[in-house]
Structure formats: C-alpha cells, structure tokens
C-alpha cells in the first residue's frame, strides 16, 4: 500500500528552527511536496523536491532523501504567522497526489 | 491572475436540495481538480479534469455530478447529500496532469453543512 507518515502535532518558540519529518512508502516517486494550511483555509504550496538534497527558499528549506524515503521541511526565525498545519505529499508513479495527515504545527511567544 | 475562486464561500443545505458548487481560474491551467477535506484530515480527491474532459473519479457518489463547462470553470452540483458529505470542498488548478512539478493551485474553499 502507499502510505506517508508525519508528526500529528508539534509546538515551538517564536523565533527558533523546527523541522517536520515526512516519510513515505509510494508506488513509484515523482516529486514531493510541501504545502501549508492554515485553519480553515487553502492550502497554499512551499516546496517541490525530485532530487536528492537541500530547497532552500527564504526562511523554509525541503530536503529529500529518495533512498530512504525522507523528506523533512526546516523552518527557520519562527514567527506566529508560521502556526499551521504542514502537509506532505508524494506523486507516485501515475502522478496522483498522496497526501500524508498533516502536521499541526503551534508556535508559542 | 494566479487566483482560484470558489463560490458560494457558505453553504448549508438540506438533504432534499440541489446545489452547486462553483470554481474559476484564469491562469490557463488544464487541469482542474476537486478535493474533499474533513476537518484535521487532509485533502481527498474527488474527481480530476484535464483538458476538460473527466479523468479521474474516485468512485465518488452519484449524489456529487461534476461539470467543466469550459477551461476555466468546474462546477459540483449536490443533491441529495448526506450530513456525513459536510466538509470543505477544494477546487484546485494546475498547468496540467501528470506533469512533473504539478504545483496545485487551491481556491479558498466552499464550506458545505448538510442538515
């Protein structure tokens, strides 16, 4: 079966770095990516990776491992607009999305 | 344009109503989709439009017909829901299907409560 784990939850400080694990188990790979949701809103895209290593973009990174099926999206200088939920998703080898639960992410002054 | 809009933003209807959904996009995408999302889940997909023709349906109850009336406009008539289909429905776009970067574009979604 295809199936992507992350955190249900995490809580950090305004102004520190959080990083959000994604691991996954998909019939075929064809991108991952992150996407942000904030309550009772559209999800909005961050982030594709293919390729192994580091998207670096502003004040949040990806990073893809392909062989270990890992991806984890770092945060950086936190701010409480950054409290949201942090969803993963893989394309397989179709190119359908596989969504993992999300990852509600609290930030705390 | 990088916008998607859904109307109505509210909707609470009773199990004998018929209703639709609406969604427009004007980036010239190809692809447009429709998502369900229960509240703490993530996204379910619904049905996929490419090129305006239906692509995918997954295995979604009659009660929920899609319509593209044309590249720019995906349309959800309801009837007949049941309290279990209130949620928010997602309209999402994008450049086309089965691309590589196959970046979702989502409208703000519609707020269904079926009574």
């Known amino acids: 079966g295809q199936n992507i784990d992350q955190p249900t939850e995490m809580t950090a400080t305004e102004g520190a770095i959080v990083q959000i694990n994604c691991t996954y188990q998909?019939?075929?790979?064809?991108?991952l990516f992150w996407y942000q949701q904030h309550a009772g809103e559209a999800p909005t895209f961050l982030s594709y990776?293919?390729l192994d290593g580091l998207e670096e973009k502003g004040r949040f990174s990806s990073f893809l491992s392909r062989s270990k099926g890992y991806s984890y999206l770092l945060l950086k200088e936190l701010q409480m607009k950054d409290s949201a939920s942090y969803l993963c998703?893989?394309?397989?080898?179709?190119?359908?999305?596989?969504w993992g639960a999300g990852t509600k992410l609290i930030i705390k002054p | 344009d990088t916008e998607v809009t859904q109307t109505p933003k509210h909707l609470v209807m009773g199990m004998t109503n018929k209703k639709s959904l609406k969604c427009e996009q004007h980036?010239?995408?190809?692809?447009m989709y429709w998502y369900k999302q229960k509240a703490k889940k993530p996204p379910e997909l619904m049905f996929v439009?490419?090129?305006?023709?239906?692509?995918i349906n997954e295995s979604v109850p009659s009660r929920f017909s899609p319509e593209c009336p044309n590249s720019s406009l995906l349309n959800l008539h309801l009837h007949a829901l049941q309290p279990e289909d209130s949620a928010l429905y997602l309209c999402?776009?994008?450049?086309?299907?089965?691309?590589?970067?196959?970046?979702?574009?989502f409208g703000a979604g519609s707020r269904l409560t079926v009574l």
């Open positions: 439009y490419s090129y305006e023709k239906l692509s």
């Open positions: 980036m010239g995408h190809r692809a």
């Open positions: 990776n293919v």
């Open positions: 998703a893989v394309q397989d080898s179709n190119y359908q999305l596989i």
């Open positions: 999402a776009s994008s450049q086309a299907e089965g691309s590589g970067a196959n970046v979702l574009t």
């Open positions: 998909t019939s075929g790979f064809n991108g």
